[in-house]
């Protein structure tokens, strides 16, 4: 099997003749924390969206763990150990936090489409929904519907949803856009306190967090990729001084 | 939770004596609002769990309905045969129909009224088979092994019973994971996916369960009406059965029979001195939209919520 | 093969009456989001007006202005005092405007009675005309197909050559920013929708005269002119023309050749057509 869990493979993005991504090639080894950094419309979140299966790309392929995806739908993918959180939010906010979280559980396990059970009564499934509630620092909120939660609650739930499938690669798309500063430390610390056997894929604007978290960043600008390498390079390459700390 | 299951009991009870103190004119009516309630119910389980907006649950009912009556009058077919081939067929219907799942929105509600014209055309212009306008009328009382159910206040008690275990199949499989994760779906579509969830695959199963209900609706229906005709698969049967659900509240399970109940008790009455009951119906659904849109439960929620004070 | 020719004809004279219909309709939708299920009861009344209009002045020109006229104005008020007020809602939308329809279709029973009433041609589109080849043809007919001819065109010219018709584009495209660029929208709207009631109404009328006005003629011909929108996809008005076109050849050909299953002849190849492009021809999501 592949040393890489994620490998992207010359990937190109094109909407209405606009190269959001533009022959992107990149290769995470397993278990390694990846930050891509990049300017406003620099085709982060586009990347994302190929990677996950929610775009198809215009050219290239997507490879997970030596499998190559890029045909997969983007349920087939979170079977296959996908996980990911939204830029903005998204999270079913008619229903309650458990049953988002059971809905995350259930969502790659043939048990999902079980019809003649309800799924209040299954004891053990309710239990590690607590469990897991209570990582992401949502415990006693179990029953309150998520249209009543803060915007910071809303993005420890996207989290908790993620990480409910028990992903090998997780994609966190700038998981702490719009919170408070100690928020923001809660968050990063809930982040660097995940198993190292997850693979960590994560846009992040806020560069301290970024640095302090990631093994390796990517820097992208205008589609292209402009910068791979170790954080502590980064901010001494000339390239992305120009691009990225240059607008600052 | 006890208030629960006492209102159960105590609503059990009232429906169970309707034969003995109502009316023959109420009994029948009663009869009526349980049969449509059903199909009301049918529809909410898209509009209300799904999210979708089908109009074309006539259609199932009215497949169903026709393939006993035809197969009871034509071929001598007995009762129970005849009902599992109506569900049969109404299910089969549905099946096909749920292709539309691959749409959503606005095309979702404009391509299920085509389907649901196609069967009203077939049902309409098919005379040979169908029996057109006048459709298919003499179809005998329904007959469970040797006995015979004539009298209305059995026929009541039998639908009853088939209602009874309806709704406890559909209390099931609305609170198991297939039902949570229909709401999911109504909820995020895109979340469900990256959830790992086949969205079309659990609309489509969605909607063909949600066919079985309407044509359980239209197999008691025929034995209750004892002819169909095109009117049972027409369009205003279909947005009929909505609005129903939308009067009574959609996503729960008593509303579909407390919006079935206002319309028909209220087609009823003003039938008895309006001649144009329609305008009557075309004000109700105005109404509805621009006043009540949550429905007789969305009130009473809202009005227990004020009770215990907001966020309780 | 000269009843090959005729069926084209006649569905290509129908093809022309849905698109009056048709394309108000996929345009308010591209412009405004409503989906307004009245346009066949429009139809309905309007024709109903026009014949009695020609019943007392005798005069066809006037049945189709008063028709139409009485049409905006009504659409005017159920766009300004129902449709508006519930927003962008399309399960709210269809409920009340399928309300609307409910009630104006009653209105025209209890005036006009239940019975199949047809529009008294004027003198000039009575009789046949003979086309080369030897067929004799209704007037009529070719009178219609020439004007759905006419008002497409016209619809073209003003969607794509005027400064109006940019901003209509536009606001199909993108409603924000044609909002961003300072245009009055909600007088474009009332504009737009004027035209739509108005394109009913004269369909009501010409209708009444090559079909007939009877109680349920609202929903057949409200179908009808959905299937085209479905086919040709919602906000295209190039969709409506091809689809019109499409749905009034199936439709006169599936009459001739399979009259019991002439429905299915129409939808069975819409549905195909569907599990493929779930938007229609020159659709786009919604």
């Known amino acids: 099997m592949s040393n890489f869990a994620i490998e992207v493979d010359n990937v190109s993005k094109t909407f209405a003749g606009l190269r959001a991504v533009d022959s992107v090639s990149l290769s995470i080894p397993r278990g390694e924390r990846r930050v891509l950094l990049g300017p406003n419309g620099a085709g982060k979140t586009t990347l994302f969206h190929c990677i996950s299966g929610t775009h198809q790309p215009t050219a290239g392929r997507i490879v997970m763990f030596g499998r190559d995806i890029s045909r997969v739908s983007e349920n087939g993918r979170t079977t296959l150990g996908m996980g990911r959180t939204f830029q903005i939010s998204n999270v079913c906010t008619d229903l309650t936090v458990m049953e988002n979280l059971l809905l995350g559980m259930l969502g790659t396990k043939s048990q999902k489409w ?32 998520v249209k009543y939660l803060s915007y910071g609650e809303r993005r420890q739930l996207e989290l908790a949803l993620a990480l409910s499938s028990n992903p090998r690669v997780l994609l966190l798309d700038e998981p702490c856009a719009g919170l408070s500063p100690s928020e923001r430390q809660h968050f990063s610390k809930l982040v660097s306190g995940l198993s190292r056997e997850i693979t960590l894929l994560m846009i992040e604007h806020d560069i301290d967090v970024a640095l302090a978290l990631a093994d390796k960043v990517t820097v992208l600008h205008r589609g292209k990729m402009i910068f791979d390498g170790p954080p502590e390079e980064v901010q001494k390459n000339t390239d992305v001084k120009e691009v990225y700390f240059g607008r600052l | 939770m006890n208030y629960r299951v006492v209102g159960i009991v105590v609503l059990a009870a009232l429906l169970a004596a309707v034969p003995s103190v109502a009316s023959e004119y109420w009994l029948v009516l009663f009869t009526q609002i349980l049969i449509f309630g059903l199909l009301a119910l049918s529809a909410d389980l898209l509009l209300g769990h799904a999210g979708l907006f089908s109009l074309c649950h006539a259609a199932f009912f009215a497949v169903s309905a026709y393939t006993v009556a035809i197969l009871q009058t034509r071929y001598g077919v007995s ?76 026929y009541y008690y039998f639908v009853l019973a088939v209602l009874a275990i309806c709704l406890a199949s559909y209390r099931i499989l609305t609170t198991s994971p297939f039902g949570l994760a229909l709401r999911g779906i109504k909820s995020s579509e895109s979340r469900m996916r990256s959830l ?117 | 093969m000269t009843a090959i020719i005729l069926q084209a004809i006649n ?32 139809y309905l009344l309007g024709g109903y007006i026009g014949l009695s209009v020609m019943r007392t002045t005798g005069s066809f020109e006037l049945a189709m202005l008063v028709g139409s006229v009485a049409i905006v104005i009504l659409g005017f008020f159920v766009d300004r005092f129902l449709i508006r007020p519930i927003g962008s809602n399309h ?141 040709g996809g919602l906000g295209s008005l190039e969709g409506a023309v091809l689809g019109s076109i499409v749905v009034g050849l199936l439709d006169a050909y599936g009459r001739w050749l399979a009259p019991d299953f002439s429905y299915f002849v129409l939808f069975g190849p819409m549905a195909i057509l569907l599990l493929f492009r779930p938007t229609g021809i020159f659709g786009k999501e919604h």
């Open chain 2, 196 to 312: 790992g969830y086949r969205v079309g695959a659990h609309l489509y199963v969605a909607f063909v369960i949600s066919g079985f209900y309407a044509s359980l609706a239209g197999v008691l229906y025929i034995y209750y009406n004892r002819f169909v005709n095109p009117v049972a698969a027409s369009f205003p049967i279909s947005v009929e059965a909505i609005l129903m659900a939308i009067i009574g509240g959609t996503g729960t399970m008593l509303g579909p029979f407390i919006g079935s109940g206002i319309i028909l008790i209220l087609r009823n009455w003003v039938s008895g001195f309006f001649h144009y009951y329609t305008a009557v119906l075309g004000l109700i659904f105005i109404a509805t939209v621009l006043w009540a849109p949550n429905g007789v439960m969305g009130l009473i929620r809202s009005w227990r919520s004020g009770n215990r004070g907001e966020g309780a």
């Open chain 1, 114 to 145: 079980s019809m003649f059970r309800p799924v209040a009564s299954d004891s053990q499934l309710v239990g590690k929904a607590v469990a897991s509630l209570k990582e992401v620092g949502l415990q006693g909120r179990e029953n309150e519907e």
């Open chain 2, 79 to 154: 009762t129970i045969p005849a009902s599992l081939a109506g569900l049969c067929m109404g299910t089969l219907l549905a099946a096909v129909f749920a292709s539309a799942v691959r749409t959503r929105g606005v095309y979702f509600i404009l391509i299920t009224l085509a389907f649901g014209y196609i069967v009203w055309g077939v049902a309409y212009r098919w005379a040979s088979f169908t029996g057109g306008d006048n459709g298919v009328t003499n179809v005998p009382a329904p007959a469970l092994g040797g006995l015979q159910v004539v009298s209305k206040a059995h």
């Open chain 3, 11 to 42: 569905g290509l004279s129908l093809a022309a009456l849905l698109f009056l219909l048709a394309s108000g309709f996929t345009v308010t939708f591209g412009l405004m989001r409503v989906v307004n299920m009245a346009y066949g009861a429009y």
């Open chain 3, 91 to 231: 399960l709210a939308q269809v409920l009340l405007t399928v309300g609307v329809a409910f009630f104006i279709g009653e209105v025209c029973l209890a005036i006009w009675g239940g019975d199949s009433l047809k529009i008294q041609l004027p003198s000039y589109l009575r009789g046949s005309v003979e086309l080369p080849g030897g067929i004799y043809y209704p007037k009529l007919r070719i009178a219609l197909i020439a004007f759905g001819i006419l008002t497409a065109t016209s619809l073209w010219l003003l969607y794509h050559k005027t400064q109006i018709g940019a901003v209509v584009r536009a606001g199909v495209d993108d409603r924000e920013m044609v909002n961003a660029i300072g245009i009055n929208v909600d007088r474009l709207f009332v504009l737009v929708s004027a035209v739509a009631s108005f394109l009913a109404g004269i369909a009501g009328v010409v209708g009444g005269a090559f079909l007939t006005l009877n109680p349920g003629a609202e929903w057949d011909i409200l179908v009808l002119a959905l299937v085209v929108v479905i086919v």
